[in-house]
Every structure is written in structure tokens, then in C-alpha cells.
T-cell receptor, first 109, second 113 residues
Framework: DVKVTQSSRYLVKRTGEKVFLECVQD?????MFWYRQDPGLGLRLIYF???????EKGDIPEGYSVSREKKERFSLILESASTNQTSMYLC????????FGPGTRLTVL | GENVEQHPSTLSVQEGDSAVIKCTYS??????FPWYKQELGKGPQLIID?????GEKKDQRIAVTLNKTAKHFSLHITETQPEDSAVYFC????????????FGRGTSLIVHP
């Protein structure tokens, strides 16, 4: 079974802080994704990566960056957190279809 | 790019009734259509999927139908149970989009005992 884990289930940060969300997968999948989920808006793609050190912008990359130094790990970085980044963040891998992690609910105060 | 519309946004049924959630897509090249169920506090879990060479697929109480001509697909849940209560997402992906799925906005299904 594919396992996708995210470093935190719940996170509370202050405006202006630098925030790291970590995602690790154990199935050697090349493709990894970060989505954010908001009520009524569904899942929106922030960034994705096809391979180590490769990254592509998704539909809403503003305010975010990513890092993929190892194949199994894909990090989402909020350089300076803002209140409008309060959301549920979902990491996923893709082989035949997407496999999701449990999500990180981030609150920015 | 692909655009996926999902309806309704909320659906309330009595236990034992059927529930139907509908999605439309815009890219005629899309060929893979998964459905996800997300329970409170958890990540989405795949419940059923269909590829464009198939018109219907069934797994116990869950079925998905696909109409390629009309570019819409539907999730059917029969004999609903309270544990079916969750948010359901449809998605579509295509080779042209590197198989990256585009998701609908989700349907909150509530099954009343």
C-alpha cells in the first residue's frame, strides 16, 4: 500500500512566520503535488514536482515555494505566512492515480 | 485547461435512499475519472474510478457512469448508510495535462438515520 505522510496534522502560526509543511512518500513515485482545500473551492493545485529538484507551478502558486531535494520528500514553504493562507493542505503522489496524505490544517493568526 | 463542474454542493438523503452526484468536464481528451471520499479530518480516499473506454463500473453499492459524448460522469450510491456521510470529489485527467487531475468542488453528502 502506498503511504503518504505529512509532518503535522494541525499547525498554528503567526502572520509573517516562515512555515514548512513536509510530505514523505514510501513508494518511489516521481510525481508529487501540493493542494490546498477550502470550503466551496475544492482542491486547488499549488505546486507539483516530476522529479528531484524539479518543480512546476500549479494554479495558485503565489505566496508559496517548494523544495524537492530527495525523491521521497516534497516540502511546501510559506515564506511569510498570511491569514489568507489558513487552509487545509494536502500532499499527493501520482502513479496510476493520485494518492493523498492525511492533510495539514494550518491556521495563521 | 480542464474544467470540472460538480453538482450538487450539498446532498441530504434518508438512510436507504440512493444518492447521485454529477460532474461535467471540458477537455474531450480526458480519459481517467476517479472519485474520492473525504471523511472529516482525513485526506481523500479513492472509492471508484473509470476510464474512457468503459461506460459504467460498479463496486457493491457504488457505481460510476460515463458519457463521453456529453462529457459528464456520475457517482451513484445505493442503499445509503450514515457512514456514507462525507465529502465526495470527482476529478478528470488527460494525457495532455500530464495526467494531473483537475478536481470538482466537492459534494457534502449527509445521510440521516
Amino acid at each position: 500500500d502506498v503511504k503518504v505522510t505529512q509532518s503535522s496534522r494541525y499547525l498554528v502560526k503567526r502572520t509573517g512566520e516562515k512555515v514548512f509543511l513536509e510530505c514523505v512518500q514510501d513508494m518511489d513515485h516521481e510525481n508529487m503535488f501540493w493542494y490546498r482545500q477550502d470550503p466551496g473551492l475544492g482542491l486547488r493545485l499549488i505546486y507539483f514536482s516530476y522529479d528531484v529538484k524539479m518543480k512546476e507551478k500549479g494554479d495558485i502558486p503565489e505566496g508559496y515555494s517548494v523544495s524537492r531535494e530527495k525523491k521521497e520528500r516534497f516540502s511546501l514553504i510559506l515564506e511569510s505566512a498570511s491569514t489568507n493562507q489558513t487552509s487545509m493542505y494536502l500532499c499527493a503522489t501520482l502513479r496510476d492515480r493520485p494518492y493523498f496524505g492525511p492533510g495539514t490544517r494550518l491556521t495563521v493568526l | 485547461g480542464e474544467n470540472v463542474e460538480q453538482h450538487p454542493s450539498t446532498l441530504s438523503v434518508q438512510e436507504g435512499d440512493s444518492a447521485v452526484i454529477k460532474c461535467t468536464y471540458s477537455d474531450s481528451a480526458s480519459n481517467y475519472f476517479p472519485w474520492y471520499k473525504q471523511e472529516l479530518g482525513k485526506g481523500p480516499q479513492l472509492i471508484i474510478d473509470i476510464r474512457s473506454n468503459v461506460g459504467e463500473k460498479k463496486d457493491q453499492r457504488i457505481a460510476v457512469t460515463l458519457n463521453k459524448t456529453a462529457k459528464h460522469f456520475s457517482l451513484h450510491i445505493t442503499e445509503t448508510q450514515p457512514e456514507d456521510s462525507a465529502v465526495y470529489f470527482c476529478a478528470a485527467s488527460s494525457p495532455g495535462g500530464s495526467y494531473i487531475p483537475t478536481f470538482g468542488r466537492g459534494t457534502s453528502l449527509i445521510v440521516h438515520p
